[in-house]
């Protein structure tokens, strides 16, 4: 650029001010990454949901029981196509910071109603076999280091069964969706239930329904909550979609405060450096007012203040999203799967440099604007 050399040197006039200013865009743009890559961890299930799927759990709460007996009258509904059942397992591994979901499941349609969680073959064939079989996530696996054939032993306080679980590892299993969960553990249905009290053989903890079209999904929920109506046990189904959803909101309306954070943090960076742009150009005014003494127009002075508040957003913006791209995967590592998997996205990336960029633009734009009408006579008076 013809002019770089003289907007540099106005940048570094006062250089400890345009540090400060440089680390606000940084920080605001680290925290931009952080937030938006944060709600797209908790609302990434109700995103990658299928849409063919419905989720059926006691009408009072998920911790509430469901009868076995229902699977077969709800595979009985027109438009469903398969039917599974799961609980929770709720165990400990080695130690309770470790979390991670743990499921017992129906192992006869686990994979028909919910196909893109892929185990191979052979593995799923060696977990029919052994009763004490157990299948991990690739995430779980990775974490703890655990390689097929590892003997997994997990305590259990629930259902009034204390002691030490031991499972073998037969199989670990990869999402073939982007952002899926492979955080999960999955045992044997029955091996679970002979061990439980007789007060809990024969429910199950909620159903999943896998649908012939996602056009069936009203009506297929309809039909199931009215079959159950009345009953001791009487249902709520929603889509997989709005399950998840509504699990999210169970933490609180997470983008709502996300959007207010990010909205405090941008408006302030919006004063910071339109205040910063202000007092540069006063303190120039007097060789901004030469500039347009030796033939400089209005608008290369108003183009000069707005190429300095650009070129901090760019700094500050690519620093912070670069801190954000060595920072998070650090930061989700360190959690131990206490959210779920945080991704950064090349659309984050994106927004936040636009972002950036507009705020540069907004806060070098009344103070452009007031160099560019500044008088000349008046402005000389000054020095």
């Known amino acids: ?9 106005n940048l ?3 250089k400890l001010r345009l540090i400060l200013t440089v680390g606000s865009f940084a920080v605001a743009l680290f925290l931009f990454a952080f937030l938006a890559v944060v709600r797209g961890a908790f609302t990434r299930g ?12 006691n009408r ?4 509430q029981p469901l009868p076995l007996a229902y699977r077969d009258k709800i595979q009985r509904i027109p438009g469903v196509k398969f039917v599974t059942h799961n609980n929770w397992f709720g165990g400990v591994y080695q130690d309770e910071k470790n979390f991670f979901p743990q499921f017992v499941i129906d192992v006869e349609n686990q994979r028909k109603v919910i196909p893109e969680l892929v185990v191979p073959e052979d593995q799923w064939q060696n977990f029919l076999k052994d009763r004490q079989g157990a299948i991990a996530g690739a995430k779980t696996a990775k974490r703890f280091g655990w390689k097929i054939g590892d003997r997994i032993p997990i305590k259990n306080i629930a259902y009034g069964v204390a002691g030490t679980w031991e499972f073998n590892l037969d199989g670990v299993y990869h999402s073939e969706r982007a952002g899926g969960d ?3 553990f999955w045992l044997q249905w029955d091996y679970f239930e002979e061990r439980m009290p007789a007060s809990f053989k024969g429910n199950a903890g909620w159903y999943v329904v896998k649908l012939d079209s996602p056009e069936n999904a009203a009506g297929v ?3 199931i909550d009215e079959m159950t109506a009345n009953s001791s046990f009487e249902t709520k189904t929603d889509t997989e979609s709005a399950f998840a959803a509504n699990w999210v909101k169970q933490f609180g309306n997470i983008q709502f405060l996300i959007m207010t954070i990010g909205s405090v943090v941008f408006f302030t960076l919006l004063l910071v450096t339109g205040n910063t742009m202000a007092i540069s150009v006063r303190e120039r005014a007097g060789e901004l007012a030469v500039l347009k003494a030796i033939g400089f127009s209005d608008r290369w002075v108003l183009f000069f203040v707005l190429a300095e508040a650009l070129t901090i957003a760019i700094v500050g913006g690519v620093l912070g999203l670069g801190l954000a791209l060595l920072a998070i995967p650090a930061l989700g590592a360190a959690l131990n799967g206490m959210l779920p998997t945080l991704i950064l996205s090349p659309a984050i990336l994106s927004l936040g440099l636009a972002t950036a960029l507009l705020v540069g633009l907004v806060s070098g734009l009344l103070p452009g604007i007031g160099a560019m009408r500044m008088r000349v006579v008046n402005a000389l008076r000054r020095v």
């Not at 109700?46 to 759990?57: F, T």
């Not at 009072?60 to 911790?63: K, Q």
């Open 46 to 57: 109700a995103d990658i949901a299928g849409a063919d799927r419905l989720v059926v759990i």
């Open 60 to 63: 009072v709460s998920i911790i």
């Open 182 to 184: 492979e955080g999960q």
């Open 12 to 14: 570094f006039r006062k």
């Open 221 to 223: 929920a309809k039909a």
């Open 1 to 9: 650029m013809k002019f770089r050399g003289l907007i540099f040197a």
